[in-house]
């Protein structure tokens, strides 16, 4: 199946400074990346749907100024977390999608998450 | 309103048959996945089911779907150590088959 890549897997971060964190698609482009946010003992929590080359669309509730979302190419979305504060701790997991087929939903083809610790 | 819910813990022995269950609240929900986590990594797509079927069976999966009770379960047979995960269900909207929404996945231990 198709691999996507985050980088980095795990950060540690002084309160008030910014992350990026960098999302690939590896052998396939995709048109449209997603950022999750997972919390311990809860479900993924999508937080903005990227299309490459425009901006991106954020869920209810989160912050567009917070949450800088750029996807910049069909292999590449960066989300970067600015002024972090420790409530900002969390794992953040992207997706990618591609069409499974004609008449087949979209698979979101999921990385391996980055562990972000906010001191 | 959208809203997924499964149970958190689920334990069974190895050998034995897993079942995890998911209520879902859209009736329009184009599609019903589940999807895997194996710890410290993403979330890997197992199976899915479109909404107007009832069974979908690959290999040792399992998929039930009761449409009219919004109920989805996930049959894993012959459940081994390497299926010790936590199992995600999750649904696509009908208007928008991109945005998917989880439950808060059930965590299958597996006792030897």
């Known amino acids: 199946g198709a691999v996507v890549s985050q980088h980095p897997s795990r950060v540690i971060c002084k309160s008030g400074t910014s992350v990026k964190i960098e999302c690939r698609s590896l052998?396939?482009?995709?048109?449209?990346m997603f950022w999750y946010r997972q919390f311990p003992k809860k479900s993924l929590m999508l937080m903005a749907t990227?299309?490459?080359?425009?901006?991106?669309?954020?869920e209810q509730g989160v912050e567009k100024d917070k949450f800088l979302i750029n996807h910049a190419s069909l292999t590449l979305s960066t989300l970067t977390v600015t002024s972090a504060h420790p409530e900002d701790s969390s794992f953040y997991i992207c997706?990618?999608?591609?069409?499974?087929?004609?008449?087949?939903?979209?698979?979101?083809?999921f990385g391996p998450g980055t562990r972000l610790t906010v001191l | 309103g959208e809203d997924v819910e499964q149970s958190l813990f689920l334990s069974v022995r190895e050998g034995d048959s897993s079942v995890i269950n998911c209520t879902y609240t859209?009736?329009?929900?184009?599609?019903l996945y589940w999807y895997k986590q194996e710890p410290g990594a993403g979330l890997q797509l197992l199976t899915y089911i479109f909404s107007n079927m009832d069974m979908k069976q690959d290999q040792r999966l399992t998929v039930l779907l009761n449409k009219k009770d919004k109920h989805l379960s996930l049959r894993i047979a012959d459940t081994q150590t390497g299926d010790s995960a936590i199992y995600f269900c999750a649904e696509s909207m009908a208007n928008r088959d991109d945005k998917i929404i989880f439950g808060k996945g059930t965590r299958l231990h597996i006792l030897p």
């Open positions: 859209d009736s329009s929900s184009t599609y």
């Open positions: 990227s299309n490459e080359g425009s901006k991106a669309t954020y």
């Open positions: 052998d396939f482009q995709a048109t449209t």
């Open positions: 997706s990618a999608s591609s069409l499974l087929g004609q008449g087949m939903p979209t698979e979101q083809f």
